[in-house]
């Protein structure tokens, strides 16, 4: 059974409906997800709610949820604008991670948002034996390539179903099955043709659907590479 490699079941959207959630998961072949965690305040019903489902997790800081007394020294920088983060802070924030990292050989999830030559230059700075995955990935072959070469995979989540996303199509469709990991980064980046609001791990049906047509492969092969690449990546 194939995983979602990012999921956040543990959030608020999932409260009423998570065990129903999971059983229709697991009816369309998909058997769990890796809960990626947001901050040190969200960590404790995090990891309550993987054991509860008996799911792996990851532990971790999104920019957005910056250490508190970090932000509130950058508030200066723009007063006006409280959802806004600094690159200084984010910077000092990843590379507080980064060095964990590769201290304890743990592997990586990054997101870089118009940021890549940015983080690549960063992560050059380490000895990262374990890699990580690029999260909801959308870069271009060459961006891709790069971040290969360093030794991480790439997330690719609903995007790949606009047809207007050609950069990442056309990327996803050169790229090595190594290369790949699939998500959907529920219950958000939900596809512009759902009904509904919240995204959510069964998406992941029509995500390999839709990485088999463009990589010229059947949906069983697709699921099996994609289910080894992330046992490999994060030891499950």
């Known amino acids: 059974m194939i995983f979602d490699s990012h999921a956040h079941l543990d959030f608020s959207e999932f409260d009423h409906d998570r065990r129903a959630l999971m059983a229709a998961m697991k009816a369309a072949g998909i058997g769990g997800a890796i809960i990626p965690g947001v901050s040190s305040e969200h960590w404790s019903k ?63 999830i990054l997101h870089s948002v118009k940021s890549h030559n940015e983080l690549l230059g960063m992560l050059k700075q380490y000895s990262l034996p374990r890699g990580g995955v690029i999260h909801a990935f959308n870069g271009s072959y060459e961006t891709a390539i790069a971040y290969l070469e360093l030794g991480f995979k790439l997330g690719i989540g609903g995007l790949l179903l606009n047809k207007n996303a050609k950069k990442l199509r056309d990327t996803v469709s050169k790229l090595p099955l190594d290369a790949l990991l699939v998500e959907t980064d529920s219950p958000s980046m939900t596809p512009h043709f759902l009904p509904e609001k919240r995204n959510t791990p069964l998406t992941l049906v029509q995500i390999i659907a839709e990485m088999a047509n463009l990589q010229k492969n059947s949906n069983v092969l697709i699921s099996e590479h994609l289910q080894q690449n992330l046992m490999q990546l994060f030891e499950l």
């Not at 508190?68 to 959802?83: G, M, V």
């Not at 060095?99 to 743990?106: D, F, N, P, R, S």
């Open 46 to 108: 995090q990891k309550a709610i993987a054991h509860q489902l008996q799911l792996p997790y990851t532990l971790g800081i999104h920019p957005w949820y910056c250490p508190k007394t970090l932000i509130e020294c950058d508030q200066s920088l723009a007063p006006d604008n409280p959802a806004y983060v600094p690159w200084n802070l984010q910077y000092r924030v990843l590379d507080g991670q980064l060095a964990l990292a590769a201290e304890l050989k743990l592997p990586l």
